[in-house]
């Protein structure tokens, strides 16, 4: 006893699969310069509905076409539509056996179409074939998608599965039950799978949309954090001097500003250590511009090792660094210019040997601005380099 007549079924399956072939054409035409891939995927959906008529013609046309030719079709969508996957997920697919399998699926429904008619055999080498294109999409899905994408795959993943398990039993119900020899007459079992093979398929168009959906969210995420994350380093470009890795001049300037707008508002102490290199012109021309970079790197991160949590150190330019000391009082500043001092005076500079440096040291006073606070620190600085070098002045 049959379900449904099916060839009323199979008006049913190509009803629905020219709808859904429609739908993957609006798909394609959004995402095609977006995704490989989805041409692949309309071809698939094209190719299965000209076979699906091909068949519902049966008896109407040679039998060489609506079965050979029909169901040849018909694989050689699934056959697209495994290579489009493989493109949509930048996958490389091994095409030569699948062609290969589709020449030698061609030859046994011809022998078993037209030379020696049995249409159980038909629907076992169909079932199997349709298992080993079905089969390496699910592989695909399953291990070869790209760290941190799994779950774009996974809903597309389970209904190839069901596939699979669909095509599974209908090859071995074709083996154990041979007694059926016309497509259009066949039993229970053919019907169901027939209904339950068109929900599939419009399942699949669903994963399928759900899937690019999910692809473009997870590209626009991925473009987003790399978008930031150049944001993050131009600005960290544009805030760092390149040599030493430290505030640049500009940066400086930006803090201090702030520092006594704040220390203006709330009055409270503030004080800068202006450093400079002794010498340095001495060790590029002995020793080359490369060994005094290293130097001011070493003084770089000598400077930022040793000062306070609150302190703020940059380069303000040449061998010149500046240090912001926020809530410190002038002894404050002298007594920590004096440590830094004494830990430079001690540190063997690669290739440059002892270096020391000079400093000056000011504080904020009265309402004056930082200006008239850097100009009072680098006059203490001449100072310091006047009286020998290798000392603190205020």
């Not at 309309?42 to 509905?49: D, E, P």
């Not at 430290?246 to 520092?259: H, M, P, Q, S």
């Not at 250590?273 to 010498?279: E, G, M, N």
Request: proline share 2%; net charge positive; hydrophobic share 50%.
């Amino acid at each position: 006893m049959q379900l449904l007549d099916m060839r009323t079924i199979m008006i049913g399956y190509f009803i629905s699969n020219l709808l859904i072939t429609v739908v993957m054409y609006r798909i394609w035409a959004q995402n095609r310069k977006r995704f490989r891939g989805t041409t692949h995927w309309l071809v698939n959906f094209v190719l299965q509905t000209v076979g699906q008529v091909l068949i519902i013609a049966r008896g109407s046309i040679p039998d060489f076409v609506s079965i050979v030719v029909a169901n040849v079709l018909i694989l050689a969508g699934v056959l697209a539509f495994l290579l489009g996957l493989g493109r949509f997920m930048e996958v490389r697919v091994r095409m030569i056996p699948n062609y290969a399998l589709l020449a030698v699926f061609a030859a046994l429904y011809w022998w078993f179409g037209i030379i020696a008619p049995s249409l159980p055999s038909r629907l076992a080498v169909l079932s199997l074939c349709m298992m080993v294109l079905v089969g390496q999409c699910m592989w695909m899905l399953v291990r070869r998608a790209p760290e941190g994408t799994e779950e774009v795959y996974q809903g597309t993943a389970v209904i190839l599965t069901l596939f699979f398990i669909l095509y599974g039993f209908r090859a071995l119900n074709a083996m154990i039950n041979p007694s059926r020899e016309f497509f259009m007459e066949t039993d229970t079992v053919d019907s169901v799978f027939a209904i339950a093979s068109q929900m599939l398929v419009i399942a699949l168009t669903f994963a399928l949309i759900l899937m690019i959906n999910a692809r473009l969210f997870y590209e626009l995420g991925r473009t987003s954090a790399e978008r930031e994350a150049l944001v993050g380093e131009l600005r960290k470009l544009a805030n760092t001097d390149r040599l030493t890795g430290i505030f640049n001049r500009l940066k400086l300037e930006d803090k201090l500003t702030a520092e006594v707008l704040r220390a203006r508002r709330y009055a409270r102490p503030l004080s800068v250590i202006l450093i400079d290199a002794d010498h340095f012109k001495d060790v590029n021309d002995s020793l080359g511009h490369l060994v005094g970079d290293g130097v001011l790197r070493d003084l770089a991160s000598i400077l930022a090792a040793h000062i306070r949590e609150s302190d703020i150190v940059g380069r303000w330019g040449g061998e010149e660094f500046l240090i912001i000391n926020p809530e410190t009082a002038i002894e404050g500043a002298i007594a920590l210019a004096e440590k830094l001092r004494k830990i430079i005076e001690e540190h063997e500079f690669f290739q440059a040997g002892r270096r020391t440096v000079s400093m000056g040291v000011a504080s904020l006073q009265g309402d004056e601005w930082e200006e008239s606070m850097l100009k009072r620190a680098d006059d203490a600085l001449y100072r310091a380099k006047g009286m020998g070098r290798n000392r603190v002045a205020r």
